[in-house]
């Protein structure tokens, strides 16, 4: 199942790995009632995302790594997301004096 | 199996297991300040992966952006929104709970299946090991130039929305504060609408 491998860790584990962390992300994001915790779960998923990217560009792209270079704009994007969001959450919690989820519910129908 | 192979074994057995345990701890624990930290740690246990793939700048990179400004960024939100709540009981909380576990499972399972049963097109080309660094450069100045500009035009963005959005709109405006020292009563101070609820 696990043959042709370079070393002696499989790619398939490194995949496994980032698919248990997704889905701990998935979630933390549908169920947490604490706003940071949910962005905290949104930085989860897109480390599993980085751990896929990467190693698939270490076993099957090890010459050209364009999927060092993706993650790395994912970081970058991902460190601006964290700074937006933060922002939001500072605003909403100065208007609505609360970080419960369930009271951000103004949109609903 | 000699030496190396074993001890990146063991090695890679070792940060997985501090992954898997701390994003669980993350999701699950109560106090939100350990949840900050245990992120960071499961940070640092991701960068040790990068390292493990021969991918040293990106795990400088990742302990520099995500420990050192998303973490830090995440416990700053949390000091400043700390503040003992009782969350409100829903009904059909556990209900929710078990659902949403099982479809997380769900997923999970199917994402496993996927990954284990696929024939990846395994042994690619060799590893260039250290000199991805040097490749990453010459990627981010030929071929993706583009994306390059375009994060450096979105982190201005971000920085510039996150002030715009987190910023207090007191306008405490020199000439106000003269009129109040210079004997105006208290009700004719402006009060904004934004710092009444901050007060409480």
Same mark, same amino acid.
């Given at each position: 199942?696990?043959?042709? /491998?370079?070393?002696?860790?499989?790619?398939?584990?490194?995949?496994?790995?980032?698919?248990?962390?997704?889905?701990?992300?998935?979630?933390?994001?549908?169920? /947490?009632?604490?706003?940071?915790?949910?962005?905290?779960?949104?930085?989860?998923?897109?480390?599993?995302?980085?751990?896929?990217?990467?190693?698939? /560009?270490?076993?099957?792209?090890?010459?050209?790594?364009?999927?060092?270079?993706?993650?790395?704009?994912?970081?970058?994007?991902?460190?601006?997301?964290?700074?937006?969001?933060?922002?939001?959450?500072?605003?909403?919690?100065?208007?609505?004096?609360?970080?419960?989820?369930?009271?951000?519910?103004?949109?609903?129908? | 199996?000699?030496?190396?192979?074993?001890?990146?074994?063991?090695?890679?057995?070792?940060?997985?297991?501090?992954?898997?345990?701390?994003?669980?701890?993350?999701?699950?624990?109560?106090?939100?300040?350990?949840?900050?930290?245990?992120? !960071?740690?499961?940070?640092?246990?991701?960068?040790?992966?990068?390292?493990?793939?021969?991918?040293?700048?990106?795990?400088?990179?990742?302990?520099?952006?995500?420990?050192?400004?998303?973490?830090?960024?995440?416990?700053?939100?949390?000091?400043?929104?700390?503040?003992?709540?009782?969350?409100?009981?829903? @009904?059909?909380?556990?209900?929710?709970?078990?659902?949403?576990?099982?479809?997380?499972?769900?997923?999970?399972?199917?994402?496993?299946?996927?990954?284990?049963?696929?024939?990846?097109?395994?042994?690619?080309?060799?590893?260039?090991? @250290?000199?991805?660094?040097?490749?990453?450069?010459?990627?981010?100045?030929?071929?993706?130039?583009?994306?390059?500009?375009?994060?450096?035009?979105?982190?201005?963005?971000?920085?510039?929305?996150?002030?715009?959005?987190?910023?207090?709109?007191?306008?405490?405006?020199?000439?106000?504060?003269?009129?109040?020292?210079? !004997?105006?009563?208290?009700?004719?101070? @402006?009060?904004?609408?934004?710092?009444?609820?901050?007060?409480?």
């Amino acid at each position: 199942m696990f043959e042709n /491998s370079i070393g002696p860790v499989p790619l398939q584990a490194y995949l496994i790995v980032a698919a248990f962390l997704f889905c701990t992300g998935v979630w933390g994001l549908i169920n /947490s009632r604490n706003a940071v915790r949910v962005l905290m779960s949104i930085e989860l998923m897109l480390n599993a995302v980085n751990i896929n990217l990467m190693s698939f /560009s270490s076993y099957i792209d090890g010459s050209i790594i364009r999927g060092q270079v993706f993650s790395i704009f994912v970081i970058t994007v991902a460190a601006a997301e964290a700074a937006v969001g933060l922002a939001i959450l500072l605003s909403l919690y100065r208007n609505r004096v609360t970080i419960d989820m369930e009271s951000f519910n103004l949109l609903k129908w | 199996m000699n030496l190396a192979y074993s001890a990146e074994l063991i090695c890679f057995l070792i940060l997985s297991s501090i992954i898997v345990a701390g994003s669980l701890a993350v999701v699950l624990l109560e106090n939100i300040v350990y949840s900050a930290f245990l992120l !960071g740690g499961v940070f640092m246990a991701v960068a040790g992966l990068y390292l493990l793939l021969n991918a040293s700048f990106v795990a400088a990179a990742q302990i520099l952006v995500y420990v050192g400004a998303v973490n830090v960024l995440i416990l700053f939100a949390i000091m400043l929104v700390n503040k003992k709540e009782k969350l409100k009981p829903i @009904e059909g909380l556990k209900t929710r709970k078990i659902l949403s576990g099982a479809i997380c499972s769900g997923l999970l399972v199917l994402l496993l299946r996927v990954s284990i049963i696929t024939k990846w097109n395994i042994p690619g080309p060799a590893s260039i090991g @250290e000199k991805a660094t040097e490749r990453i450069g010459e990627h981010l100045f030929t071929d993706y130039l583009l994306p390059f500009e375009l994060a450096s035009i979105l982190l201005l963005m971000a920085m510039i929305g996150a002030i715009v959005l987190a910023r207090r709109d007191i306008s405490n405006e020199p000439s106000k504060i003269n009129d109040f020292n210079n !004997g105006k009563s208290l009700t004719e101070k @402006e009060i904004p609408l934004l710092s009444e609820n901050t007060l409480k």
